[in-house]
């Protein structure tokens, strides 16, 4: 048996992604973190490197 774990992926935050992908043609990964430094929900960071590194919070409060 293994373990799973669970991520939750809001519209808004499928957009945000499409965005990156469609606006930086070399980019082909991003890497997602997610922690919960408030409490409350998940604060959601994607990072990606077209040139230089990029991080951008995609965090979406509708799924709090």
């Not at 809001?10 to 991003?30: A, C, G, I, S």
């Amino acid at each position: 048996m293994t373990d799973k774990e669970q991520f939750v992926i809001t519209r808004n935050q499928f957009e945000k992604l499409r965005e990156v992908f469609d606006m930086y043609d070399e980019v082909d990964h991003v890497v997602w973190t997610q922690s919960s430094p408030s409490g409350i929900g998940p604060t959601v960071i994607i990072e990606f490197d077209p040139k230089e590194s990029v991080k951008l919070d995609i965090t979406d409060v509708d799924s709090w």
